[in-house]
């Protein structure tokens, strides 16, 4: 899938494209949620913004900030699934796994896998300037020997949804890091 097209909720998202990478240092085709702000290349106004991603670790109850140009923000609160687990409410399943690899143990197990969409409404007469993702929380139980929850995000797409088409959809992908 790596660099692949698609579309959700009638938004076109782009796979972040995987490059290198080895079994000591694997390549990462996603950011794990702790805070960033992701600063879009140009201000883009839409009535939606889908994200594409995961929880790990158990369920993020933090929030991410949406900054429009005239310095207003937007929170937004919890929105995706646990990648093992259940769909958060109003998710989409956009892939799925019958199971997981374990690099430690070099096998793969179950229990099968899943990424999400969700989808945010957005003013449609501000334009957008960055998203602040939910910074991990500071205790809780947690998966693969994390002590906290915290979400992973592959995509994000910001459109202008009208009754039959999208007009000038922005897209950009979040690099790993």
């Known amino acids: 899938m790596s ?4 579309t959700i909720g009638g938004a076109p998202v782009q796979w972040p494209r995987l490059t290198g990478g080895s079994d000591r ?3 990462r085709d996603n950011v794990s949620a702790r805070g960033q702000t ?3 290349p140009r201000p883009l106004r839409g009535s939606a913004l889908y994200v594409v991603g995961a ?3 158990g369920p993020v109850t933090e ?3 949406i900054t429009y140009t005239d310095a207003t923000t937007q929170c937004v609160g919890p929105a995706l699934g646990n990648w093992i687990g259940r769909a958060a409410a109003g998710n989409t ?3 799925r796994q019958a199971y997981h690899n374990n690099r430690a143990r070099g096998s793969s ?3 099968p896998t899943r990424l999400y969409e969700a989808m945010v409404g957005l003013n449609t007469r501000k334009w957008v300037t960055a998203l602040r993702l939910p910074a991990r929380l500071a205790a809780g139980p947690g998966a693969h020997g ?3 929850p915290e979400e992973h995000i592959f995509a994000f797409a910001i459109a202008l949804v009208t009754r039959r088409s999208i007009v000038d959809p922005g897209i950009w992908t979040v690099r790993g890091g």
Not at 3 to 6: L, N
Request: aromatic residues 4%; proline residues 8%.
């Open 93 to 95: 399943i956009v892939a």
């Open 63 to 65: 929030t991410s900030i």
């Open 55 to 57: 929880t790990v670790g």
């Open 109 to 111: 197990r179950q229990p």
């Open 38 to 40: 992701i600063v879009l």
């Open 146 to 148: 994390q002590n906290r």
């Open 3 to 6: 660099g692949e097209r698609f």
């Open 25 to 27: 240092a694997p390549h």
